[in-house]
């Protein structure tokens, strides 16, 4: 680690990387290699001698980029997106740069006071209720994913029932939220010990927009209580995976409240959205919540990882995860002095986070952000009213923020049939690797998926994923109507 | 994102962290910062207009840097290191810039498959048995911290166990290890649900060198056999947090083999060293084990995080971690013709971290990594040397690989006095910024553990520990003489 190589090294990595993003849109968005194709074309063992920097980037542009999918790309419609941006970037140059473990506070200081400070500035951003800042018994924390968030305060509610009740009431803890509740949940029940068959997954329908009832919670809740169980979690969802619905804070939280279950928002894609004042009412009921989590890495510009947790009562989560072995005892920490992070998050370990969150506040500004949202939304009406003039096609589910959920709609075909179609369509989209995008199924239905947010994409964009849409879809549909004319109903093409 | 922004940007953090690197001699090892300074310094909400990436990079120098630990100085000597190198930073850079979330295969090929490849090649210089080579039934997986490695395992073992007994017999399962082992499997025990006193830490002393005894670990088992409880898990350690302790894993696996357990060794620091044909026997037995873990990111120049995780059955593992929701579906998984590695770990998100220790083998070669570890144990020789003929001073375990144990030993006082002595010794010298070192207890004795393993670090660099520590001892006791002569024996300085 000579500083003068590190330089000069690093400086050709930065160059590699620019010439990455000016050449982006060159890539098929989706990767086209075969499973397996690495093996074929690596050694079977460590060199020996050291190679080159050059060897190295060399066998990246040859052999790696050929199997990336390209997230950054302003063609990556899939999933969620996954935000990269220079200011995020930098934060996690300085990070690896720095490489500290901030554990306890002792292990740097800033490291944990910088997280501490943003997490507020990002809490007041979000006008999150004062019982989220770190000023009272609450305050927020930078966990890797959403998942590790939710399992973390699942474990925290799970303890504080198990207090109450009795360790040996475990198989009793009855977990709720919607069905379209993220699969983190089910794991975080699953590495937590609750039964499998305690997990609630609430039907949902398009009556709701597929929004959890509180209805339909109320009369689950009694059922359950009525048997003896135990109700401790409830989960709820602003902006779910397969269509961004917005469960009903205000009434969830209050049913939550009357039966004393911990109430956590799962926010990861459609909190980021909620700094926008125009948007800022679907968090209306926050103030029921025991904690709160969105993903900074999704759609507000800091590179992975960073999913940011707030909790009301951070002592429930130490109570859960703490622990303090002689070999990390310090005067600050036993003095009770400090926040020790690692006390607040599964691993031990962390590496300084908070320093892309902060530089990614500063080098944009709040009013950039609104903007940078804003026009994501924007860019997906644009897309939805593409998708709505043509009457081939048709709007699943009514869009909320920055995701279209739709689906090709042929005059003709039962249910599966359209579903093939659809899974058709998707897959030869996507093998042309002009565009990514990802689906899902809704009652049945199998649905098409084009999330807006990577930080590049444009208006002409989308007006060119539209077209490649339109076209495949064209060629599929001659493709399916020659079958019809023929009387062949199978719908295979 | 605009890509000469970011080249323009990124050159000049790259520069920054050169100078960094260049200054950090310069700087207190320990940061000298006091609880909550940055909150008197930083300002209360994030700006409303975008500020400047000077004005952020003076505030970092300003602001930042005093609050930080500086973990890569050469004078770092506390904990366990945390390695930086060219070639470990080049790949986070890379990493972050690529910003691909590669749970699935089909989301990044090159980012599982590169991950699969790296770690076989991991395997082969560490001579692990086949089994835990991704051509059989088992496989390596990069996990963030050794914590999470310890924790998917023993989730794996603990509904190996629950699908065998029942899962209302999680109240019978025993966990066993030495009272040496590392805090997070007791955390991880509490978020699996195993109850706290079925955690067995059995008492180990100076005789074994702080090594789990197998006849002590036999007698506990019988014990709890007899009692009705289940023995599930065994983890044994090469290379404890404390001392550097070896487990006897041979005599440890056949145990563990009788009794149907999985066999977990965490040799998360020791692990490195073992790259060394000089120190492979370490880990004779391992050839017994369910699963075996070491950090790349402590002493193995690859920046933080990797730890790195094999495992002989990876069906296992998926059992208890995999999920498979709708809008994550796609043809390569349900095909089952490739790896998807969120089902080997706690979250579904994860960064493309494979690129770092690739880059690393690469750049450095497996001949230099012998030298490079085996420098650094020679300075840890070198240290042991110098402490071991001051009279003043004790070596209290004798030393494995790069970690000195030690304390000063003055002529008079009892064990409280002593402890204190050294306690205040280990504040005086971090506190002076030249050298930070960090403690344990053993059988009741306050330790002060010298850590060598910064890449760094240099035989001028031990010198000079070592000049600090006698002069500060000198002082010290001093002082304590002092206090002595007047009759108080109260050991107050």
Excluded at 46 to 56: D, T
Excluded at 67 to 80: I, L, M, R
Excluded at 429 to 457: D, E, M
């Amino acid at each position: 680690m000579d500083a003068e190589q590190l330089r000069e090294n690093a400086h050709k990595m930065v160059d590699f990387i620019a010439d990455y993003y000016k050449s982006i849109e060159s890539f098929p968005v989706l990767s086209q290699v075969e499973p397996g194709y690495l093996r074929k074309i690596i050694p079977d063992s460590a060199p020996n001698q050291p190679e080159s920097l050059q060897n190295v980037l060399d066998d990246i542009q040859a052999k790696i980029i050929p199997g990336v999918t390209h997230w950054q790309s302003p063609n990556f419609f899939g999933y969620f997106p996954s935000n990269s941006s220079i200011a995020g970037f930098l934060g996690e140059m300085l990070s690896g740069g720095l490489n500290i473990v901030g554990f306890s506070w002792v292990t740097s200081p800033a490291a944990t006071e910088l997280e501490t400070i943003v997490l507020d500035w990002l809490a007041k951003m979000l006008k999150l209720p004062e019982d989220f800042l770190s000023s009272g018994q609450g305050g927020g924390v930078i966990q890797g994913t959403a998942s590790e968030a939710v399992l973390v305060v699942l474990l925290a509610a799970r303890d504080k029932a198990l207090r109450m009740f009795g360790r040996n009431s475990i198989g009793k803890l009855v977990v709720y939220a919607s069905d379209q509740t993220h699969s983190a949940l089910r794991k975080a029940c699953q590495i937590g010990g609750i039964h499998a068959e305690n997990c609630r997954l609430l039907k949902t329908d398009s009556s709701t927009n597929y929004a959890l009832s509180p209805e339909v919670l109320t009369e689950a809740i009694s059922q359950d209580t009525a048997s003896g169980l135990v109700p401790f979690f409830l989960c709820a969802t602003v902006g779910t995976t397969s269509s961004t619905a917005v469960d009903p804070l205000l009434a969830l939280g209050k049913i939550a409240k009357d039966n004393k279950m911990w109430f956590h928002i799962d926010a990861a894609y459609a909190g980021s959205a909620c700094i926008c004042p125009e948007y800022r009412h679907y968090l209306n009921g926050v103030e029921e919540a025991d904690s709160f989590n969105m993903n900074a890495h999704k759609w507000l510009l800091t590179n992975f990882d960073c999913s940011v947790l707030w909790v009301k009562d951070r002592s429930a989560l130490i109570q859960s995860l703490s622990t303090n072995p002689e070999y990390l005892k310090n005067k600050a920490s036993e003095g009770n002095m400090v926040v020790d992070y690692k006390d607040w998050q599964i691993p031990l370990g962390r590496r300084f986070r908070s320093l892309k969150l902060w530089m990614m506040l500063r080098l944009y500004g709040q009013e950039n952000l609104l903007n940078y949202l804003r026009n994501h939304i924007e860019l997906a009406k644009y897309f939805e009213e593409l998708v709505s003039v043509d009457q081939r096609f048709e709007i699943v589910v009514p869009r909320t923020f920055s995701l279209v959920c739709f689906r090709l709609l042929p005059p003709q075909g039962d249910e599966d049939c359209i579903n093939k179609m659809n899974r058709d369509l998707l897959e030869v989209v996507n093998s042309t690797g002009k565009i990514f995008l990802s689906h899902t199924i809704l009652s049945g239905k199998y649905i098409l998926r084009l999330a807006v947010g990577a930080p590049l994409t444009e208006g002409r964009h989308i007006s060119a994923a539209w077209k490649v849409l339109q076209d495949e879809a064209t060629t599929l549909l001659e493709q399916y109507m020659k079958c019809f004319w023929e009387g062949d109903d199978e719908c295979s093409t």
